[in-house]
């Protein structure tokens, strides 16, 4: 499977400002996602990220609280904006391997955000 | 509205002995079920996944098992292992949510030396 990885691993952040995530697959995928673990929750889906285009959010969840980029088929950014304490959560992105209607996601470490 | 859901929130099983977690979905469209297990400060890692073409899919001391009719799967582990000790969660997709994983609300398993 795909190797997965994110940046930053952890980061501490003040309520009101913004922090990115980086998201690096080494090769080419098709379908990227970008899910959140709140504390004690399970795992939601925030946005698809499309390559070339722009991110398909789900209920909940809008642009501009939580830009996306895709430039290219191996790399993906969620921003978290105008941060609050109840975004504190595990983000995590993932991509999706395989040519079949329904195919297996494969996670990456995640990014574990706690803001004050 | 949970689509998927785990109702016990921890399992306790002695090491050598069977692993049994359950998962229950509401959503008929739903065709396609995974498993994944993570541990603190990871990722979720895929386990195994099942189409609802079967009633059982085998790999190692994985076995998931799926009921249609009743809308319930479970994840077999056997022989238990301490290594096992993580959360489970399962995970569902199908109909116009392919690509989107609907996740229940995991099972912490704790295997026991």
């Known amino acids: 499977s795909a190797v997965i990885s994110q940046k930053p691993s952890r980061d501490i952040c003040q309520r009101g400002t913004s922090l990115t995530i980086q998201c690096q697959v080494d090769?080419?995928?098709?379908?990227m996602f970008w899910y959140r673990q709140q504390p004690g929750q399970s795992l939601t889906l925030i946005a698809t990220?499309?390559?070339?285009?722009?991110?398909?959010?789900e209920s909940g969840f809008v642009i501009d609280k939580f830009p996306i980029s895709r430039p290219n088929l191996t790399f993906s950014t969620l921003t978290v904006s105008n941060m609050s304490p109840e975004d504190s959560s595990i983000y995590l992105c993932?991509?999706?391997?395989?040519?079949?209607?329904?195919?297996?996601?494969?996670f990456g470490p995640g990014t574990r955000l706690t803001v004050l | 509205d949970q689509q998927v859901k785990q109702n016990s929130p921890s399992l306790s099983v002695q090491e050598g002995r069977i692993s049994i977690l359950n998962c229950d979905y509401t959503?008929?469209?739903?065709?396609?079920f995974l498993w994944y297990k993570k541990y603190p400060a990871e990722g979720p890692t895929f386990l195994i996944s099942?189409?609802?073409?079967?009633d059982k899919n085998e790999d190692g001391r994985f076995t998931v098992f799926l009921n249609k009719s009743a809308k319930h799967l479970s994840l077999h582990i056997v022989p238990s292992q301490p290594g096992d000790s993580a959360v489970y969660f399962c995970?569902?997709?199908?109909?116009?949510?392919?690509?989107?994983?609907?996740f229940g609300q995991g099972t912490i398993l704790t295997v026991h030396p």
């Open positions: 959503n008929s469209m739903f065709d396609y």
């Open positions: 090769s080419q995928v098709t379908m």
């Open positions: 995970a569902a997709t199908g109909g116009t949510s392919y690509g989107k994983l609907t």
């Open positions: 993932s991509v999706e391997e395989g040519l079949a209607v329904a195919d297996t996601q494969y």
């Open positions: 990220a499309n390559q070339g285009s722009e991110a398909t959010y």
């Open positions: 099942i189409s609802s073409i079967k």
